[in-house]
């Protein structure tokens, strides 16, 4: 992975230009411990949307950057459109994590598909259980087609 050239997170603007430089690049994938630290900062919701919705054009996620998404589209205190973002994010990473067919993607998918099948068992908005289940479709296609 890169060093972390998103800098300063308060001052903003020249993250989102570099997050659309990188994309242009092809580079991302190289940045991915600045992403997850961006994932992690709560005081700047404008960046962790942007990141969630940048994350499609990642070609290998790591470990790190999958568990922080999950933790996004989890957790009950973040607002619903993030988590929403969340899962749209991990319909994309989750079947990566399965076609790399390696121990940490394997524990990346069953914590997903476990946390997502609690959730379905849990009271929430039904546009929130209309993404958790669109999600889950994709994972089990991803896995169904790799055999």
Not at 113 to 122: F, G, H, P, Q, Y
Request: charged residues 30%; negative net charge; glycine residues 4%.
């Amino acid at each position: 992975m890169g060093s972390d050239i998103f800098g300063n997170l308060i001052d903003w603007g020249h993250i989102i230009e570099t997050l659309d430089r990188l994309i242009e690049l092809k580079q991302l994938d190289r940045y991915q411990d600045g992403l997850t630290r961006i994932l992690r900062y709560r005081d700047n919701w404008r960046l962790r949307e942007t990141v969630l919705k940048h994350i499609v054009h990642l070609a290998e996620p790591t470990e790190e950057l999958v568990h922080e998404v999950i933790n996004i589209a989890v957790d009950e205190d973040t607002y619903l459109d993030m988590r929403i973002l969340a899962f749209d994010a991990l319909s994309h990473l989750i079947p990566l994590c399965i076609k790399r067919n390696d121990i940490k993607g394997h524990n990346l998918v069953e914590t997903a598909i476990e946390n997502m099948n609690k959730l379905l068992n849990s009271p929430q908005p039904p546009i929130f259980h209309e993404v958790v289940t669109k999600a889950l479709k994709t994972i089990k296609k991803t896995q169904e087609n790799r055999f």
